[in-house]
T-cell receptor, first 115, second 115 residues
Framework: ETGVTQTPRHLVMGMTNKKSLKCEQH?????MYWYKQSAKKPLELMFV???????ENNSVPSRFSPECPNSSHLFLHLHTLQPEDSALYLC??????????????FGPGTRLTVT | AQKVTQAQTEISVVEKEDVTLDCVYE???????LFWYKQPPSGELVFLIR??????QNEISGRYSWNFQKSTSSFNFTITASQVVDSAVYFC????????????FGKGNQVVVIP
């Protein structure tokens, strides 16, 4: 039990669909992250939120739209995706994002397949 | 720029053998942080260790040990007396003291422990 949950665990969607991924952390953390994990590639950081404010957008296409309504919840809204967007999407949280390094705690991920 | 190299993509060992995973990093920062994460088949990344660059003391935790060599920019991880439950992908990651707690991950080492 890592304290970070993600739903759904698996998602298959067509290129014209709209869906959302949900992440919830039960650790009292102030920062949350979205990562993309594709086969044979390092984890790619997509977005960082600190105290519900987006502090980093790592050149992610606009078809991915994050939302952080409070420090415990993070969403990734998906629309008009491409097959190359198929990947494991991981959510993480940490105590903060400041100079002192905080471990990031990860959820189990959502396995997304775009058909 | 931060870069982490994990050269061994897949390593197979017989149960009870030791296995060492190599991690070589590049950074221009004088202070930085190194991490190891484990990703079992279930998907979530499990935090194993954090090491600060100014602390070169090696560490042992049960069957896990880490060898930090600042002179060669390496942070290697050894599993002693491997068990089937150790089968997973292991990621080494590097963090600068600046930025939004951004982690640079290596591509990971797939460890397969054969009973």
């Amino acid at each position: 039990e890592t304290g970070v949950t993600q739903t759904p665990r698996h998602l298959v969607m067509g290129m014209t669909n709209k869906k959302s991924l949900k992440c919830e952390q039960h650790l009292g953390h102030n920062a949350m992250y979205w990562y993309k994990q594709s086969a044979k590639k390092p984890l790619e950081l997509m977005f960082v939120y600190s105290l519900e404010e987006r502090v980093e957008n790592n050149s992610v296409p606009s078809r991915f739209s994050p939302e952080c309504p409070n420090s415990s919840h993070l969403f990734l809204h998906l629309h008009t995706l491409q097959p190359e967007d198929s990947a494991l999407y991981l959510c993480a949280s940490s105590q903060g994002t400041g100079d002192f390094s905080y471990e990031q705690y990860f959820g189990p991920g959502t396995r997304l397949t775009v058909t | 720029a931060q870069k982490v190299t994990q050269a061994q993509t897949e390593i197979s060992v017989v149960e009870k053998e030791d296995v060492t995973l190599d991690c070589v990093y590049e950074t221009r920062d004088t202070t930085y942080y190194l991490f190891w994460y484990k990703q079992p088949p279930s998907g979530e990344l499990v935090f194993l260790i954090r090491r600060n660059s100014f602390d070169e003391q090696n560490e042992i935790s049960g069957r896990y040990s880490w060898n930090f060599q600042k002179s060669t920019s390496s942070f290697n991880f050894t599993i002693t007396a491997s068990q089937v439950v150790d089968s997973a992908v292991y990621f080494c990651a590097l963090r600068s003291p600046y930025g939004n707690n951004r982690l640079a991950f290596g591509k990971g080492n797939q460890v397969v422990v054969i009973p």
